[in-house]
């Protein structure tokens, strides 16, 4: 017998969000690593919030919201809301029951900026690899370096001498500009749009483009990654933020650490071994004056293996790129950026943490 397509909603109903959701769905695992990580974080949050007034949105909240948006690559705040208030994964993942009414988009940046401003989101990093190192899946030993550009959200015609005090070029929304010819740099140049972006590119031969850059250090026996931080895009920038931060891992026992060939200089190597850490940089014999490596550390079996693990060091970078949000950043200015790309790796690592557990 033919169904009759009629739609009439019951006026009572006992289904439960929790329902919905299957109980193999790899977004479990992953709240329940979070929530054990936040928990750890009450104080900050109470020192964050007045103790009277009317009721804010909870930190917790905000915080699986953000990590909804690097999970499934949710391009915008606005379209996050949005998908929270009908995606009913996204509610039960928030906290938030069928009949809670969401935020708007714009109380939620307003408090997502308090957040930032109180270094919540590097905090929550900490407590996500503290709980990895209690699970013993952090090697104290042996870790890998890298750094990557990341596009910020700014254009060429944004980046114009810093004594032109002038407005855009006239002529419409996306008018015309005309850069031949004209010699910029970081020195004289600066973006408009947003102050903190620098003009840098990959390689010789690659377009420059405004970037900011992401550097991790990533432990070696499953990939996970234990320090990271944003930065200018200088061009010393990968190797002084890299020593920074080697030198915040805990322990005094010795360490080494892979890095490809940019890294190969004696100002890094001499702080890698001040540091109590062995350098196994990939030489780079073409650079004038020779590598700063010599056999007495290559030659060792460890050296090699340091070299064949350091490669799963691009492998948060790729994700990221693909599925979190730093291909190209959505936000303006180091402070924001620093936050979504940390958020950006917390879900990796939360990811990985995942797998292992499988």
Not at 1 to 17: C, N, P, V
Not at 89 to 115: A, K, M, P, Q
Not at 218 to 240: D, F, H, P, W, Y
Not at 262 to 281: A, G, K, L, Q, W
């Amino acid at each position: 017998m033919r169904g009759e397509d009629t739609f009439q909603e019951s006026l009572f109903t006992t289904i439960q969000l929790e329902s919905f959701v299957p109980g193999n769905h790899p977004l479990r695992p992953i709240r329940i690593l979070l929530d054990q990580a936040m928990q750890n974080l009450s104080w900050l949050f109470d020192s964050i919030y007045a103790d009277r007034g009317r009721e804010s949105i909870p930190p917790e909240r905000l915080i699986r919201a953000q990590l909804l948006q690097v999970l499934f690559s949710i391009r915008s705040e606005r379209q996050l809301v949005e998908q929270i208030n009908y995606n009913l994964l996204y509610r039960w993942f928030v906290g938030l029951t069928i009949e809670d009414r969401v935020w708007d988009h714009s109380s939620f940046s307003t408090n997502r900026d308090r957040l930032l401003e109180n270094d919540v989101i590097t905090e929550l990093f900490e407590e996500v690899v503290k709980l990895a190192r209690k699970q013993k899946l952090l090697s104290d030993e042996h870790f890998s370096v890298d750094g990557t550009l990341i596009q910020a959200w700014a254009s060429q015609k944004s980046y114009r001498r810093k004594d032109d005090d002038s407005g855009p070029p006239g002529g419409g929304r996306n008018s015309e500009a005309n850069f031949h010819g004209e010699k910029r740099s970081n020195k004289t140049h600066e973006s408009k749009t947003d102050g903190d972006a620098m003009l840098a590119k990959k390689g010789p031969g690659k377009e420059a483009r405004l970037s900011y850059m992401g550097h991790t250090v990533m432990e070696n026996r499953n990939g996970l990654i234990v320090q990271a931080a944003a930065s200018q895009a200088t061009g010393k920038a990968e190797r002084e933020v890299s020593a920074e931060l080697l030198g915040n891992l805990p322990g005094s026992k010795r360490k080494t650490v892979g890095a490809d060939k940019n890294y190969d200089t004696r100002d890094f190597v001499r702080d890698c071994r001040d540091m109590n850490i062995t350098p196994h940089v990939a030489r780079n014999d073409k650079r004038p004056g020779g590598s700063a490596i010599d056999g007495r550390t290559s030659r060792h079996e460890s050296y090699q293996t340091s070299q064949r693990n350091r490669k799963r060091v691009e492998e948060p970078f790729g994700w990221g790129k693909t599925v979190g949000l730093i291909r190209q950043i959505k936000v303006r200015g180091l402070s924001k950026v620093n936050s979504v790309f940390m958020m950006t790796m917390i879900g990796w690592n939360l990811t990985r943490m995942r797998t292992l557990q499988e």
